[in-house]
Every structure is written in structure tokens, then in C-alpha cells.
């Protein structure tokens, strides 16, 4: 999977002049008509824009020539907006005459002209021109000032100078705000996000580019809010979220192209086809990718060209195109190595080794690598990507020291990267854009027979964003190692331990039982993930499997449990820790096939977990003696979208007639409110039950909420997670008898995120969701048994495989996998 250099786009600086203080008629007018053009600009017609300030050149050339060398620099900044570079230019070639040489417009047309060279790479022309405007605003008005500065920031950030361009765009943000000139305080607002991200510091880059979408909103400047968005999809990107980075990219592309900025447009589209790539929708990709090199060439845009010649040439490798991918390499080189572009060349460098080691021609890949890997000015997603792959060549090589040498350093440079990702829903999406080379590197110990090694480096990747809880810096391994005893593990739980892996290429489950841990491989995910999203349809249309004769079930089965059926005792405790798309899937409705046809839960007790080092790290408690409970529920609709629940009342009075009323506390109807349920110490309780709706967010896991009443005077009705993890919970049991009270998105290496992990992160030790909207008739009667087996001292897992089994067994409509199949069973905070 590729991770291309961060290149923000270029941020627009946008002119802003003030009005001339002569009376006279003439005077008025050129500024009248200056300022109309500039307008049009602002709303994002710039086709319109240089087609008038050009009419108005011509026309002012013969009676103001002043007045029309200010419409032609005019003109010149609009061409350098639209990404003609070359034309803008070429525009501006001719000094301004002598008694302007002092003038706002000369500063302005040496400001254009840095602008041009920053595009076009030619950083020390740019230089040279940004010094000369930068002498003559000194003693300008700040409008003046401030577009210099923005011009200068641009080019310190395209050149990598990031402290520099920070001063640059800080300066910025100071003048416009002091001058009130509302869309240059964007840009600069966008810039420093720029820079955010140039430092890979992804998470406040997001922060500043939302500032500046809301303040372009305001505004109602499109094409600003298209900046703002790109940007934003950019580093979306960057930490791996790509559902996010699709949602917004494809806005930006589409307001851009409405804006006529083509030339943000094209990066936006180059963009995403990355983030096509990188989602393995090589079909779309490649799509995207052609259309922008199109525009791209058409445009003489040498970096975005090799942007896309370097996204095509991956797709070619992915597909196994290698002449193609060849061609494609071979045309970015040759506009880098001609002085033309250099933002990418680090990555097309990696794809040429890439070609060569799929040559047979290692060493000129090794080579090629290490000169990656040495050079400290390379993005750190490109330097692992370098150490994974050059890994690889070691291996093909059986230098399997060096490998397994390169393998650890990708890996802790990939950890020391996401140590710097400061927010939660950032760190748990970051692993998404370097999954690849942790596949890699289990599959080389496996390979080499080292399949403990191997499940421990899985499970390492699986367990750091839970680990890291909410300290503000996630902590990396440090001091001695902690033993990796996952029998041992297994042997205190008395279960066998079922831990998957999704890979591209195999899959993998290790089988952990006291006596042992035994690997067998499995089909790619692309194998699975089919026939998973088939059976979840089978099930949602509430039909039988076993009535129906549903096939996908029982090849479900065979594929991920027939083979370590023989280390499964039956009537036995078993832990899932599944991956990716298996957390979507309840396994006990898998149908076995012998002696007859059966659900899987006929057989076993499961339970799932996200990782072996937290489940061991958990503490293993008993239930508690004195057990109180905090219930919430049957609150008031906020609205038509979260209409009230018939049956709460009813699941209400079945769940607390199993608590004395002195050991229960309940919030309800009106009463039920986030800020209740914050103030109401739900630290105290030792098991807490939401009778409820909730939502899953996919795009912000952490957004995903319990829908409760609306607070007194206010419109805030949610019992966010994010707002979950915060509070400190010692809950021997939390149930989230709510729609999607897991979640709904698997993250690489992390598990389902939603309610059910906030719940665990917070503290609880054990968590019962639900995978999909529950009924809201038969949840009550699964509810009256899970607690009744509960008061009888059953654990939370024998308990509810019981309450499952009366519904499965009722002979009524309940007894179909959609009734009681959602309610999954989360351990191992």
C-alpha cells in the first residue's frame, strides 16, 4: 500500500488592494472596475475574471497606462489561480514602467511572479522575486503586506522550510485580521494547516483547516471551502481514515471544479485516486488517476503529473502490469531528474526498486532503497515504506538477520509516527496506511517456522490504540519486554484462544489452547469478506439458515473454524479476537455441519476480545457480591428520528426487579439526560443497562452515541463515546441494549469501534452490544433471562448464550440468528 509525500496544495492568495484616496471620476472608476473583477474572483470566476481584467487593460493601456499594468497583474494572478503558471508569466516578463517602480503594482507583479516560480519548482527565482515585493510593502499598506507574507509562506512550504513558512503565514493572520480581510485570514488559516501537515503533525493540521472551512462558509467563498476541504481529505489520508478523506476530497473536486479552480481540482482528483488505491478499488484508481494526469499534462502541472504517474505505476505493480508500471516510472524519473519536480521523487525512487526487485535485480534495489532510508529530508510514511521493502529484498536474498533488522526499525518508526497523532480517532485509524508491511513482516516469521513470533507481533499491532488509553501521548514499548504466555493465558481463562488475521495475500488463525498454540493459514480477506457480506444479508431479511439451506453459513464455518475444530472441546469456553471485517460477524451463527446442521453456539461459550496482551492484562474478576445497578432508559424522543421504544418500560421492570431498590439507581423520562448520566458517579455502579436507541458513527467512531433526552433548555440529547472514555468506570458489566451498540467500523490492527470499546476503555470489564438494530419486541425476554442467569451467579457469557439458546429454542419466530445473534459479549479492558 502506498504513502505518498505529503504535498498540500498550494493555498491561493487572493488580492486585496486599498482605495486610492483621489477624488477624481476616472480614479473611482478603475478602482470601481478593479474591485468588481476582484469580486468575481472571490466567488470563484476566474474565467470570468481574466476575461474582464484583460478587457479592462486594453482599455485603460492608451489613456491610464498605470491604471491598466494594474489590471494586467491583475490578470496574471488570476492565470496563476487557474495553474497557468507559464502564461502568468510570460504576462509579466516586462518590467513596470520607471514611475511605478516603487508602486503597489510593482510589488504586486514581483509577488505573482514568486507565486509562478513556487509552482514550477524554482524555488530561487521565487526567492528572488519574493525579496523585491517584500522591500517595497515594507512601507505599504498591510493589505500589500499581507498578500506578500501569504506568498511567502506558500513558498517556504513547498520548499520544506516549515518554521519559516509558520512565522510567514502567523504574520499573515495578524495583518488580515488587523486590515478585516476576511478571505486572506483563511488562507492563512489553511496555510498553517499546511504546515501542520508538512511536520506530520496530521491532527492539528485537521484542527486548522476545519477553522478555515467554517470561516470560508461564512464567507461564502466556495473555492476557499474547497481548499479547506481538500486539505482536510488530505490528512484524513495521511492518518489512514479514507472513508473521510473520500467524503471530503470528492466534495473539494466537485466545488472546486464549479469554482473553475482546475488546478485544485487536479489535486484533489490525484488525491483520490490514492485514496482509491490505498482502499485496494484498484478499477476506480486507476480511473481517477487517468483523468487527472490529463488535466494535469493540460496544465503542465509537473508535480501533480508525477503524482499520478506514481499512483498508476502502483496500480500496474498491484495488478501485475510490470511493463506498464515500467512506463510510468520511467516518465515521473525523467521529469525529476530533469530538475522539473522534486516532490515526488522519493516515492517514484521506491517504485523503481520496487520494478527492479521484481527484476531479479536485488541489489540495484537494495541500493536504491538505503538511499531512501539515508536521506533525513524524506516523509516518514516513505521512510518505512523504504525499511518494510527493503526487508523484503533481504529476505528474497535469505539474509533473514538483515530482514527481520529492516521489519523492527519500519515498525518502530511506524509506532514513533503514530506516538506523534495526538487525538484518539486519529490513532485508531493511523495503522490503516501502514497495515501492509505489518502483514509483511508476520508473514516472513511464518515462513520461517516462528509462528508464536509471529502472533505476538499481530497481537502487538492489534493492542496499541487500547493500550494507549487516553494519555495525551500514546506510550511505545519501553523498558524490559513483557513475557507473550498466551497459553498460559488460555490455561487461567480455561478457554481456547481464536486469533485471526486478514491479509492480502493469506490469513492466518492461530488456534491457543493450554497445551499449545498451533497456526493454520487461510483464504486472502478478498475470499472471505464475500461470502461475510452475503450471510449478513441472508441474515437481516430474518431468514433461517438452517430452514433455508443458507450455504454461505456453513463455508463461513469451514473457512474459519472447521480447521482448528479438533482443538475445540465441546461445551467449551472459546475467546474470538477476530480482525477487520470479522468483527461484524456474529460466529455462533455459523452452521455446523455434523453430526446434523447446527448453530455453533449449540456447541461453545464465546466471548471476543480485541488483543492476548489486554485480555491478560485485564484483571480477572469475580462477580461482584454486592451488586448495584445503574439503569437508564425509556427517555423522552428528541425527535422524529429516535421515535420511543413500546417495549422499554416492559425490559425496564425485567431488568431491576433483579436488584433491591436500595442498590439500584434509574434514570428516566425527562431525567434522562447526558449530563445526568455524567453527574450521577456511574463509576459507583458494578453493572449498568441502557434501554435506548443508538447510533454508530462510521467516519467518527467516537462519535457514535447513546440517544437520551434532551437536556432542559438545550438541544444536546447524546451520551457521545467520546465523552464515554472520559469517565472512569469500575462496571463489572455494562449492556448497551441499543441499535449498533458495538459499532460499526473495524480498523486495521484495532477491532470494532463504537460503543462497546469506549465502554472498555473506560474501565468495564465486560460489555454486551449489539451488531445490528435489535428488536425491540423479543430484547426484553432475551434481557429477563441474561439477568435471571446473572442473579444465579453465571458469568456474563454463560448467561447470555443461555438467554440466546431460549430464544433459538422457543419455537417461535425468535428462534432466527436475527433476533439473537446481535448481542455479542466484549472482554479485556
Known amino acids: 500500500m502506498a504513502s505518498k509525500s505529503v504535498r498540500s496544495c498550494v493555498a491561493a492568495t487572493i488580492i486585496f488592494v486599498s482605495s486610492f484616496a483621489a477624488a477624481c471620476h476616472q480614479e473611482r472608476s478603475v478602482e470601481s472596475t478593479y474591485q468588481d473583477i476582484r469580486q468575481e474572483a472571490q466567488l470563484g470566476q476566474l474565467d470570468v475574471a481574466v476575461r474582464d481584467a484583460d478587457a479592462a487593460y486594453h482599455r485603460y493601456l492608451s489613456k491610464d497606462p498605470d491604471a491598466a499594468w494594474r489590471f494586467r497583474v491583475q490578470k496574471a494572478h488570476f492565470l496563476c489561480l487557474k495553474g497557468s503558471f507559464k502564461e502568468s508569466l510570460q504576462l509579466l516578463e516586462s518590467d513596470v514602467p520607471e514611475n511605478l517602480t516603487h508602486s503597489e503594482t ?100 485537521i484542527d486548522w483547516y476545519k477553522i478555515a472551512l467554517a470561516r470560508s462558509q461564512t464567507l461564502g467563498t466556495h473555492f476557499l471551502e474547497a481548499l479547506a476541504l481538500g486539505n482536510m481529505g488530505w490528512s ?11 467524503t471530503v476530497l470528492k466534495e473539494a473536486e466537485k466545488t472546486s471544479a464549479a469554482a473553475g479552480r482546475t488546478g485544485n481540482r487536479v489535486y484533489w482528483l490525484t ?37 499520478c504517474l506514481n499512483t498508476l505505476s502502483e496500480i500496474a505493480l498491484a495488478t501485475g502490469a510490470l511493463e506498464q508500471a515500467e512506463k510510468y516510472n520511467t516518465q515521473a524519473l525523467e521529469i525529476e531528474r530533469a530538475g522539473l519536480d522534486q516532490s515526488g521523487i522519493a516515492l517514484s525512487t521506491i517504485v523503481a526498486a520496487r520494478l527492479a526487485r521484481g527484476r531479479g535485480e536485488n541489489r540495484e534495489a537494495e541500493t536504491t532503497l538505503q538511499s531512501i532510508i539515508a536521506d533525513q529530508q524524506v516523509e516518514t510514511p516513505l521512510r518505512w515504506q523504504a525499511q518494510a521493502r527493503l526487508a523484503r529484498v533481504y529476505a528474497d536474498e535469505g539474509q533473514f538477520p538483515k530482514a527481520e533488522t529492516e521489519f523492527q526499525t519500519a515498525v518502530r518508526t511506524i509506532e514513533a509516527a503514530r506516538a506523534g497523532v495526538q487525538k484518539d480517532e486519529f490513532r485508531v485509524s493511523f495503522l490503516a496506511s501502514a497495515i501492509e508491511f505489518y502483514d509483511d513482516y508476520i508473514a516472513f516469521l511464518i515462513r520461517r517456522g516462528r509462528t508464536l513470533e509471529a502472533l505476538h507481533a499481530a497481537d502487538l499491532a492489534r493492542a496499541r490504540t487500547l493500550e494507549d488509553g487516553l494519555t495525551v501521548r500514546p506510550k511505545l514499548a519501553s523498558g524490559a519486554p513483557q513475557p507473550f504466555e498466551p497459553q498460559q493465558l488460555a490455561r487461567r481463562l480455561d478457554a481456547t484462544l481464536l486469533f485471526y488475521w486478514l491479509g492480502e495475500t493469506q490469513s492466518h488463525l492461530w488456534v491457543v489452547t493450554p497445551a499449545g498454540t498451533t497456526h493454520f493459514p487461510l483464504p486472502p480477506a ?54 477487520g471485517s470479522l468483527y461484524s460477524l456474529n460466529f455462533e451463527s455459523l452452521i455446523v455441519p455434523a453430526p446434523k446442521p447446527h448453530y455453533w453456539i449449540e456447541d461453545v461459550t464465546l466471548t471476543s476480545a480485541n488483543s492476548l496482551s489486554l485480555l491478560a492484562s485485564a484483571a ?85 452515541a447513546v440517544i437520551l433526552s434532551k437536556e432542559k433548555d438545550a438541544d444536546s440529547y447524546k451520551l457521545y463515546a467520546r465523552d464515554i472514555v472520559k469517565r472512569r468506570l469500575s462496571a463489572y458489566l455494562v449492556v448497551i441494549s441499543a441499535c449498533n451498540g458495538a459499532g460499526t467500523r473495524a480498523y486495521s490492527g484495532e477491532g470494532l469501534v463504537g460503543l462497546s470499546w469506549a465502554f472498555l476503555r473506560a474501565g468495564a470489564h465486560n460489555v454486551i452490544g449489539a451488531l445490528w438494530e435489535v428488536s425491540d419486541s423479543s430484547t426484553p425476554q432475551l434481557m429477563d433471562k441474561l439477568y435471571d442467569g446473572l442473579s444465579h451467579g453465571e458469568d456474563p457469557a454463560a448467561a447470555l448464550r443461555a438467554a440466546k439458546l431460549s430464544l433459538l429454542h422457543s419455537g417461535t419466530v425468535y428462534k432466527k440468528p436475527f433476533y439473537w445473534a446481535p448481542f455479542q459479549l466484549y472482554a479485556g479492558s
Open 106 to 205: 510593482a510589488a504586486r507583479r514581483r509577488m505573482v511572479r514568486g507565486l509562478d516560480y513556487t509552482s514550477l519548482q524554482r524555488f530561487d527565482e521565487a526567492d528572488q522575486e519574493l525579496k523585491a515585493a517584500e522591500e517595497i510593502a515594507a512601507l505599504s499598506p498591510s493589505a500589500l503586506s499581507a498578500d506578500v507574507a501569504q506568498a511567502r509562506g506558500t513558498l517556504e512550504l513547498v520548499r520544506k522550510h516549515y518554521p519559516e513558512a509558520a512565522a510567514a503565514s502567523r504574520r499573515t493572520l495578524l495583518l488580515a485580521r488587523q486590515a478585516k480581510l476576511d478571505s486572506l485570514e483563511v488562507n492563512a488559516l489553511g496555510t498553517l494547516g499546511n504546515v501542520a501537515m508538512g511536520e506530520e503533525h496530521y491532527d492539528e493540521a
Open 236 to 246: 484524513y489520508q495521511a492518518v489512514g481514515d479514507f472513508e473521510s478523506a473520500e
Open 271 to 307: 488525491m483520490l485516486g490514492d485514496v482509491y488505491y490505498q482502499e485496494r478499488r484498484l478499477g476506480d484508481a486507476e480511473n481517477v488517476s487517468r483523468q487527472a494526469l490529463s488535466l494535469a499534462q493540460a496544465m503542465d502541472d509537473k508535480a501533480t503529473t508525477t503524482y
Open 526 to 579: 478478498d475470499q472471505i469478506e464475500p461470502l461475510l457480506k452475503s450471510y449478513r444479508t441472508a441474515l437481516f431479511q430474518s431468514r433461517d439458515p438452517l430452514e433455508t439451506g443458507t450455504s454461505d453459513a456453513e463455508k463461513l464455518y469451514s473457512v474459519l473454524v472447521q480447521p482448528a475444530e479438533k482443538l475445540i472441546p465441546h461445551s467449551s469456553r472459546v475467546i474470538l479476537l477476530p480482525d
Open 620 to 704: 480477572t474478576r469475580v462477580p461482584p457480591k454486592d451488586r448495584t445497578l445503574f439503569l437508564v432508559g425509556n427517555t423522552v424522543s428528541p425527535n422524529t428520528d429516535f421515535p420511543a421504544l413500546p417495549q422499554a418500560p416492559e425490559e425496564m421492570q425485567d431488568v431491576e426487579k433483579y436488584f433491591p431498590q436500595a442498590r439500584r439507581a434509574v434514570l428516566t423520562g425527562a431525567q434522562g439526560t447526558p449530563a445526568a448520566y455524567l453527574s450521577s458517579q456511574p463509576e459507583r455502579f458494578s453493572y449498568m443497562h441502557f434501554v435506548t436507541h443508538g447510533t454508530a458513527s462510521r467516519t467518527r467512531p467516537l462519535e457514535s
